[in-house]
């Protein structure tokens, strides 16, 4: 499988945070208009335990986000401050979860940053219900407040079995996901992006001890040395025709992006995680459970 990265331009705000199990499913409708029903359901027949795709998190251009690990796995001279001094500088340290693509790859966490100008930016905007034959507010039509977030430009890892799914194939899918809109509120315009080429990522580590994910996942491995994570609870939601009737998925438990986990003997892994299913009164429904992972160069005590 190769890895390939995209930076995306926000053309609209967002209703729905960019999550690499949410994107993976609006991609699927994407692929289904653009290339039919048939050839999705062959792709997503062994998806279960043999994936075609993994699609990450969107993150700060030319940025990872900083490993989810205990403060005390991080080097630094904080033992050498007072509480007051020490507690002072944890708490700026948890804000600065982004660190430079080259500094993650030489483990140099240190230098994480506090990007406070591109993070997202979430906001509740209200709105209004209103009669359409009329065109106007009444009783019964109360308003009510839409959670929108303004992101800056982001880039997306796509993990690609080119034996299974073309580059172009992807290309054009994801071409189709940006016209249509992502998330909640597509109808109304929200969700819209346009994107650059996709460049392939072979200085990403791959062989190593230890790896973080790049979007939540199922970690059903039983050989994990250690794992540090959070969960995530996944409330899903069936879009396009499929929400016509019970639209709800069983909520699951995953964990959250930037996990961190390692084995005792070295790897040499691209994803993590196994293909979802049962969650749904829809029987065909899948959901991402996997996660691209890259290899770390620091080793867990």
Known sequence: MKLYKSTITPNSNFATS?????????????FRYTFGKEKLESLLETYENKPFLVISDAFIENHLPKPNLPPRLFQDDST???????????????????????DF??????????????????ELVMKNNIDYKDFKTKEGYDPFALDEFTYSKRDIY????????????LKQSFATLANMGYGKKASIGKGRFSFGDFVLQDKLTKSSKTF???????????????FYYEPF???????????????????????D???????????????????????????????????????MKKELN
């Open 80 to 102: 050498k401050l007072s509480i007051e001094e020490r507690v002072k500088k944890r708490k700026e340290n948890k804000k600065k979860i982004w660190l430079e693509a080259n």
């Open 18 to 30: 960019l999550k690499g199990d949410t994107l993976f499913g609006q991609f699927c409708w994407a």
């Open 257 to 295: 992006t930037a996990s961190v986990f390692s084995f005792k003997e070295e790897q040499s892994i691209s994803f993590i995680g196994k293909g979802l299913k049962g969650i749904s009164s829809h029987k065909n429904t899948v959901h991402q459970g996997y996660a691209i992972v890259l290899g």
């Open 105 to 122: 790859i030489l483990g140099d966490f240190s230098k994480a940053k506090n990007l406070k100008k591109e993070a997202k930016k979430e």
């Open 158 to 169: 796509f993990l690609l079995d080119e034996d299974k799914i073309t580059l172009g194939e």
């Open 233 to 255: 609870i996944r409330f899903g939601k069936h879009g396009a025709s499929l929400a016509n009737k019970n639209p709800f998925k069983n909520p699951i438990i995953l964990a």
């Open 212 to 226: 973080m994910s790049l979007s939540p996942f199922c970690p059903f491995e039983k050989d994990f040395d250690k």
